[in-house]
C-alpha cells in the first residue's frame, strides 16, 4: 500500500528536523539527573521541551489531531484540559510517538501547572539549573577523499526506493531522488508539503585543510529554518559493502550523525540525533532501499560534468559561527532562524548559512496552482511529480486491481501533501527534468491514490536547470 503522508510528514521531520533555539536548557545539561527549579514558567521550561518534541506536527495550517502548541496560550488551554498531561505520560500512545519523554520533563509541566501557569520566568542565582556544561568540541578527522570515500558521491546518486523505520514506526513505502548538481555534489529533498521540507546535499569540501565529503541536512519547517553540516570521518570497506560515517561538523558524533552503507543496488541510510545535546544520540530513521531508474541520475550526472574530485566549497577555517551562538553555548554545526514572512533565502541570510538557496548550483523551483471546484473545497491535496503518468488523457488512474500501478507508483520522484486551505504550492530545490504532474484531491482522506478521488488528464512539465517555473490547474475535475 502507499504510504500514509499524515504518518510520514510528521515522522520524518520529527526525526530529522526538530530542535528551535529558544532556551539554554537544550545544551550542555547532563539528561540524567536535571535539577528542577522552584520557579517553572513557560519561557524558561515549558516552550523548549514543546518546541523540540511538540511542534513539528502540532503547529501550521493542518496540525495533527487539530492539536496546535505554538503558542502560550495553546499549550496552557491544552493543559488545563489534561488531555496534554495525560498524553505525554501515556505509555501505550505517547506523545511524542517515539516514547515518553524523560520524567523530568513531564515533571516539569505538572509543577508548571501547579504555581500556576507562570509565562515569563527568571534565573535565580545559585539556581543549579541554571549552571550549564561548557560543551567542548571533539578534534574531528575528516578522510582524505584523495586516499579512500570518494567513490560515496557516485553511489549515492540516484532514486531509492523502499521502507523506512522512523521513531519506532514502520512505514512501508519511501522514496529519496539524489542527483548530481555539480562536478563534486550530489542533492535530494524531500517536499513533504503544507509543514515544510527536508534537504541532505553531499559535496566536496575543503574543511580545515582536508579534502572531505561534507552534507548539508535540513530544511523549512512551520517558518522555523535550519541547516546542519557534517563532515565525513569514517569509511570501512567489506566484501562488496562500503560503510560511510558522516558526523556534526562541530561537535561530532556526541550530537548527531549519519551512516550509510552501499551494498549492490541496495542503500541503509541511518540517522542519530541528541537534539543538540539534550539527550545521548539515538536512532531515529532507518531507510532501506534499492536504485531505482538510474536513467535519471545518469542524465543528471552527464549535464554537469560529474564525477570529478574538486572542492567545491571552502572551509578551510572551519564553518562560520551561528547567529544564536553567544547566548547559548555552541553544540553544534548549525544554523537556525525562526520567521513567519520571510522567504527561504531571507531567512537563511537571517541564520548566517554558510551556503544559501541562490548559491545552489542547478536546481530550480516550480509553483503549482491549483483551481478548486466546490466539490474539491475543503480537501487536502496531493501533488505528485513522478517519472511516468498515473493518469491517462481522461483523468483517469492508470490502475491495477482498482488502485494506481505499484509500478508507477515506484516512480514517485516528489510527493507533496498540502491542506484544504491552501490552493498553491512551491517545489524548491528541484531537480531540472521531464516530469509528469498529478494533483489528486483526497476525497476518502486515506492519504493515497484511491477509488474516489478526483484528478485531471495527465499533465507532462518539463523544468529547465535554474529556473522558475509556474504551472496552472484548472481541470481537477475527474471522478476516480
Known amino acids: 500500500m502507499f504510504l500514509s503522508w499524515q504518518m510520514t510528514m510528521c515522522s520524518f521531520l520529527l526525526a530529522t528536523l526538530v530542535v528551535i533555539l529558544s532556551s539554554a536548557t537544550c545544551f550542555g545539561q547532563s539528561p540524567a539527573k536535571p535539577a528542577i527549579r522552584d520557579e517553572v514558567s513557560y519561557s524558561n521550561d515549558i516552550r523548549p521541551i514543546v518546541n523540540n518534541f511538540c511542534t513539528t506536527c502540532h503547529a501550521g495550517d493542518d496540525p ?37 519523554l524523560p520524567p523530568y520533563m513531564r515533571r516539569l509541566f505538572q509543577l508548571w501547572a501547579d504555581g500556576g501557569y507562570l509565562n515569563v520566568g527568571t534565573r535565580k542565582a545559585g539556581n543549579e539549573n541554571a549552571k550549564y556544561e561548557k560543551f567542548k568540541p ?71 585543510g582536508k579534502k572531505t565529503i561534507m552534507a548539508r541536512n535540513g530544511g523549512l519547517l512551520n517558518g522555523i529554518y535550519r541547516t546542519s553540516y557534517f563532515v565525513l570521518d569514517q569509511v570501512k570497506y567489506k566484501r562488496n559493502e562500503a560503510y560511510y560515517r558522516l558526523v556534526d561538523a562541530y561537535g561530532g558524533k556526541d550530537i548527531m550523525w549519519m551512516e550509510l552503507t552501499f551494498s549492490g543496488d541496495k542503500l541503509q541510510f541511518n540517522s542519530y540525533t541528541s537534539r543538540f545535546g539534550l539527550t545521548e544520540p539515538k536512532l531515529h530513521m532507518a531507510f532501506t532501499g534499492r536504485s531505482r531508474h538510474r536513467e535519471l541520475a545518469a542524465a543528471a550526472a552527464k549535464a554537469v560534468g560529474f564525477p570529478q574530485r574538486v572542492v567545491e566549497r571552502d572551509f578551510s577555517k572551519g564553518l562560520p559561527t551561528p547567529t544564536w551562538v553567544g547566548k547559548y553555548p555552541q553544540t553544534s554545526a548549525s544554523f537556525i532562524w525562526e520567521g513567519k514572512n520571510e522567504s527561504v533565502l531571507e531567512l537563511a541570510q537571517l541564520a548566517k548559512d554558510p551556503i544559501r538557496i ?37 483523468g483517469k488512474f492508470i490502475t491495477q486491481g482498482g488502485y494506481v500501478r505499484s509500478d508507477l507508483l515506484d516512480g514517485l520522484l516528489s510527493f507533496p501533501e498540502i491542506s484544504s486551505k491552501q490552493n498553491e504550492y ?18 476518502d482522506a486515506d492519504g493515497y491514490p484511491s477509488p474516489g478521488d478526483i484528478t485531471h488528464p495527465v499533465t507532462e512539465v518539463l523544468v529547465a536547470p535554474k529556473s522558475n517555473s509556474h504551472v496552472k490547474i484548472t481541470d481537477l475535475n475527474v471522478r476516480n
Request: glycine share 8%; net charge neutral.
Open 64 to 100: 495533527e489531531g487539530e492539536f496546535v502548541l505554538t503558542s502560550y496560550k495553546d499549550v496552557r488551554k491544552h493543559v488545563e484540559k489534561g488531555e496534554l498531561l495525560q498524553r505525554i505520560n501515556d505509555a501505550k500512545k505517547p506523545m511524542p510517538q517515539n516514547g515518553l
Open 138 to 208: 571533539p578534534v574531528i578527522a575528516p578522510v582524505d577523499i584523495d586516499r579512500q570515500g570518494f567513490e560515496m558521491l557516485e553511489y549515492m546518486q540516484g532514486h531509492w526506493v523502499g521502507s523506512m523505520m522512523l521513531m519506532g514506526q514502520n512505514i512501508d513505502w519511501m522514496a529519496f531522488d539524489y542527483r548530481a548538481i555539480a562536478p563534486s555534489h550530489v542533492h535530494g529533498i524531500f517536499e513533504g508539503g503544507t509543514i515544510g521540507n527536508l534537504f541532505t546535499s553531499f559535496f566536496v569540501a575543503n574543511f580545515k
Open 358 to 394: 541562490d548559491q545552489i548550483p542547478h536546481l530550480s523551483s516550480l509553483k503549482v496552482t491549483v483551481q478548486r471546484t466546490e466539490l474539491t473545497t475543503g480537501k487536502k491535496l496531493h501533488i505528485y511529480l513522478s517519472r511516468r503518468a498515473l493518469t491517462d488523457n481522461r
Open 426 to 443: 512551491s517545489f524548491t530545490y528541484l531537480h531540472p527534468g521531464k516530469y509528469f504532474l498529478t494533483v489528486v484531491a483526497d476525497m
